[in-house]
């Protein structure tokens, strides 16, 4: 067994977490820091300093997943919704603060394969992955592959003319719109009181969470009507924490709107939990020692 390890780092709206991944995908040592959203600078900076503040000793690259649009092939970032991300050579910039190989993934995509290679589709070739966190990600694996492309699955129109989106998104009637943790903050605000957050509703089971469910049912019903795939998995820490509650709804809703037999999908809970970015990261690591 390798001794080899890397720094996986998922970067979130809210939160960075990094940690120490090893080639099976074990994570053995983690820091979490808020998200630095003032600039693009300073997030880069906060970058740079999480993954120092972990052991470097036998580690050979460090991996990212950023809630943002990257372009592959020239390793760019393009844009993000939810963080000060724009029109940046991040591989490089972040190579030349690390001095080690790094790996750039969108962060739905990184766990996406994450629960593909490890977690709840390890028995499957095909899966749709939305991460319920901050904003809305997503991610596709199609006949055993990683869709490394804009897979902005959060960014669907489920409302024509609906709510507003989050953060930089001009959109309405988005995934994110409605089942993003922001936008159950806002639910959770208007039928428990300003003080509320979409934990309360998710510990109080509130009722409220079915409109939620209902819409997440109706966007992955779509998502089958395009990609067929053999299972949806639901993550993100909001996706998690409030699955059992969402599911009935959900599944209602996405059995209507799927073309037979899609309605019969499975969906299913990230088996990797809140650690599916992470480990995702981490993978995209290995393989940017790889290249
Ligand atoms: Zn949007």
């Given at each position: 067994?390798?001794?080899?390890?890397?720094?996986?780092?998922?970067?979130?709206?809210?939160?960075?977490?990094?940690?120490?991944?090893?080639?099976?995908?074990?994570?053995?040592?983690?820091?979490?820091?808020?998200?630095?959203?003032?600039?693009?600078?300073?997030?880069?900076?906060?970058?740079?300093?999480?993954?120092?503040?972990?052991?470097?000793?036998?580690?050979?690259?460090?991996?990212?997943?950023?809630?943002?649009?990257?372009?592959?092939?020239?390793?760019?970032?393009?844009?993000?919704?939810?963080?000060?991300?724009?029109?940046?050579?991040?591989?490089?910039?972040?190579?030349?603060?690390?001095?080690?190989?790094?790996?750039?993934?969108?962060?739905?995509?990184?766990?996406?394969?994450?629960?593909?290679?490890?977690?709840?589709?390890?028995?499957?070739?095909?899966?749709?992955?939305?991460?319920?966190?901050?904003?809305?990600?997503?991610?596709?694996?199609?006949?055993?592959?990683?869709?490394?492309?804009?897979?902005?699955?959060?960014?669907?129109?489920?409302?024509?003319?609906?709510?507003?989106?989050?953060?930089?998104?001009?959109?309405?009637?988005?995934?994110?719109?409605?089942?993003?943790g922001?936008?159950v903050d806002?639910?959770a605000?208007?039928?428990?009181?300003?003080?509320?957050t979409a934990r309360?509703l998710v510990?109080?089971?509130?009722?409220?969470?079915?409109?939620?469910?209902?819409?997440?049912?109706?966007?992955?019903?779509?998502?089958?009507?395009?990609?067929?795939?053999?299972?949806?998995?639901?993550?993100?820490?909001f996706?998690?924490?409030a699955?059992?509650?969402?599911?009935?709804?959900?599944?209602?809703?996405?059995?209507?709107?799927?073309?037979?037999?899609?309605?019969?999908?499975?969906?299913?809970?990230?088996?990797?939990?809140?650690?599916?970015?992470?480990?995702?990261?981490?993978?995209?690591?290995?393989?940017?020692?790889?290249?």
């Amino acid at each position: 067994m390798s001794k080899k390890r890397v720094i996986a780092v998922d970067v979130g709206g809210t939160k960075v977490l990094a940690g120490l991944v090893d080639a099976e995908g074990n994570v053995h040592q983690t820091v979490e820091r808020a998200s630095v959203v003032t600039s693009q600078e300073s997030l880069l900076d906060e970058l740079a300093a999480v993954v120092r503040e972990l052991p470097q000793e036998d580690v050979v690259a460090v991996g990212f997943g950023v809630p943002a649009r990257v372009d592959q092939v020239a390793g760019t970032v393009l844009g993000a919704v939810n963080l000060p991300l724009h029109d940046l050579d991040l591989r490089s910039e972040l190579e030349n603060r690390l001095d080690l190989p790094v790996g750039l993934e969108n962060d739905a995509n990184a766990a996406a394969y994450a629960e593909f290679r490890l977690g709840a589709g390890r028995h499957v070739h095909s899966l749709v992955m939305l991460t319920l966190g901050t904003g809305v990600g997503g991610g596709v694996v199609f006949a055993g592959q990683l869709f490394r492309g804009w897979a902005e699955l959060g960014h669907i129109v489920i409302v024509e003319d609906g709510d507003p989106c989050n953060g930089a998104c001009t959109g309405r009637g988005h995934v994110e719109s409605y089942c993003s943790g922001t936008a159950v903050d806002r639910l959770a605000r208007r039928v428990l009181g300003e003080q509320a957050t979409a934990r309360d509703l998710v510990a109080a089971h509130h009722p409220a969470l079915d409109e939620v469910g209902h819409h997440l049912g109706t966007a992955i019903g779509s998502l089958i009507n395009v990609f067929n795939p053999q299972l949806v998995v639901i993550g993100g820490g909001f996706g998690v924490a409030a699955f059992d509650l969402l599911l009935p709804s959900a599944r209602l809703a996405a059995e209507r709107e799927a073309l037979a037999p899609g309605g019969r999908v499975e969906i299913r809970t990230a088996e990797l939990g809140a650690a599916a970015g992470l480990i995702g990261a981490g993978l995209v690591a290995f393989e940017a020692v790889q290249a």
